[in-house]
């Protein structure tokens, strides 16, 4: 019996560990666990300066290669424009930090279209950085989720 005892106590203890886990912010936890493991967004994209196309919006979580973060994005979406503005809710996201970049594909080819490297079709960025011959850092469009958040994105366009 004794050969089976410690086995059990190493058992227990990572048993104990894992319920611990699970009752700390930011954790993955537990099945079942009485913390919120999911946020809501609510993004409201305003000044777009036509209805022609879409929005295209994409969430990028930390160190995924803000703005495009290609392989890395958390999600997209293609949002219709009604008004001058769009709108959308995004469910499903764990807590953290995440940055937002939206631009508006006018034409509906799937690219920010440019001139020269300049965008000839209007962009904005989660927390609306100011204007600067660069893309916004990471740090200058971030934004924190921690239960059901609302934000608001102003277009940019410059040609």
């Known amino acids: 019996m004794m050969k089976t005892a410690p086995r059990y106590f190493r058992l227990a203890a990572l048993a104990a560990i894992a319920a611990i886990a699970a009752m700390v912010p930011g954790s993955p936890g537990l099945a079942g666990s009485a913390l919120p493991q999911h946020t809501s967004l609510t993004v409201t994209i305003t000044g777009i300066k036509s209805s022609k196309g ?26 219709t424009i009604t008004n001058g503005t769009a709108h959308t809710v995004l469910t499903g996201l764990a807590p953290g930090s995440y940055a937002i970049s ?11 279209d440019t001139f020269a490297g300049i965008p000839r079709e209007g962009y904005g960025f989660s927390a609306n950085p100011g204007f600067k011959p660069r893309a916004p ?7 924190e989720l921690t239960g059901s958040e609302a934000t ?3 277009m940019r366009y410059i040609l």
Request: proline residues 6%; charged residues 30%.
């Open 152 to 154: 608001e994105i102003k």
């Open 137 to 143: 850092r990471f740090d200058e469009a971030k934004i």
């Open 54 to 79: 879409v929005i295209r919006l994409a969430v990028c979580p930390p160190q995924a290669g803000f703005p495009e973060c290609k392989e890395r994005v958390v999600s997209t979406s293609d949002l």
């Open 102 to 112: 939206v631009f508006h594909d006018a034409n509906a080819n799937g690219k920010l």
